[in-house]
């Protein structure tokens, strides 16, 4: 198993729920074009601590009258025994919303919809919505309904 610090897994998850805390006020304010370019402000600022602390970030992009941006982040609480990883961030999505989160690890799966799980693909046809997920290499994916996988570049 990885080891994200030398910290327990109650304590990287507290951690995860400080960089939230510390910097929403400001992750808040900020509304981008397109859900795309929002994609990208969130992995700036959520990817490096998903990385390090191990844990998922993850929000709902909603639409604003400025553009689009998060009222919220929920952080992974569930940590998978094989891998140290806190996952399972479910969001509170409206059919035909958005939906962003990282990943602490690259997915090496090689599966059809890698780095999205058969999960997330699922969620996203069930509400039609549109997913993005982001890698530790801060890359950004995007899945929609009947689209398939592709980089957000």
């Given at each position: ?14 951690a995860a729920v400080g960089v939230v805390k510390k910097v929403m006020p400001t992750v808040r304010s900020i509304s981008r074009r397109t859900p795309d370019e929002f ?115």
């Open positions: 198993m990885r080891k994200f610090t030398n910290a327990s897994a109650q304590s990287r998850y507290n994609a990208k402000v969130f992995t700036r600022v959520f990817q490096p601590a998903s990385t390090r602390l191990g844990v998922e970030f993850g929000a709902d992009i909603i639409q604003r009258l400025a553009g689009f941006g998060i009222d919220a982040v929920e952080v992974g609480h569930r940590f998978r025994s094989y891998d140290g990883v806190g996952g399972e961030v479910s969001g509170s999505i409206t059919n035909g919303g958005y939906n962003v989160h990282t990943h602490p690890l690259e997915d090496i799966s090689g599966s059809l919809h890698a780095p999205f799980s058969e999960g997330h693909v699922r969620f996203n046809k069930i509400h039609n919505s549109t997913g993005y997920v982001s890698s530790p290499s801060m890359r950004i994916f995007k899945n929609a309904p009947g689209s398939g996988v592709e980089e957000v570049l």
